[in-house]
């Protein structure tokens, strides 16, 4: 099991940016492929993006591809997701997550953080 802890959530307008990060409590980081979920109020959690052990390859929900960005440090145990051009139907708490020897297409995470809310405004 992995501990994860987003940050970087807030409060920003239609159009602007917002990073956020995941730190991972893990000896093993490398071996785990890695996404970003969102939950609106009232909606299903949907996946956003995902990285693969190594960071080579990333795919993302169709809403995000182009605006969104997920790349992760293995050297220091983090995931990140630069979130530009941001939308109000982006706002939502986002999730990082994680799965051992996971396939990030139909990812389906073993572990959760806490979450970190995103609220952009129009």
């Known amino acids: 099991q992995v501990q994860l802890v987003e940050s970087g959530g807030g409060l920003v307008q239609a159009g602007g940016s917002l990073r956020l990060s995941c730190a991972a409590s893990?000896?093993?980081?490398?071996?785990?492929?890695m996404g970003w979920f969102r939950q609106a109020p009232g909606k299903e959690r949907e996946f956003v993006a995902g990285v693969n052990w190594t960071g080579s390859i990333t795919v993302y929900a169709d809403s995000v591809k182009g605006r969104f960005t997920m790349s992760r440090d293995n050297a220091k145990n983090m995931v990140y997701l630069q979130m530009n051009s941001l939308k109000p139907e982006d706002t939502a708490v986002y999730y990082c997550?994680?799965?051992?020897?996971?396939?990030?297409?139909?990812?389906?995470?073993?572990?959760w953080g806490q979450g970190t809310q995103v609220t952009v405004s129009s």
């Open positions: 893990t000896r093993t980081f490398g071996n785990y492929a």
């Open positions: 997550a994680a799965k051992k020897f996971g396939a990030i297409v139909g990812f389906t995470p073993e572990d």
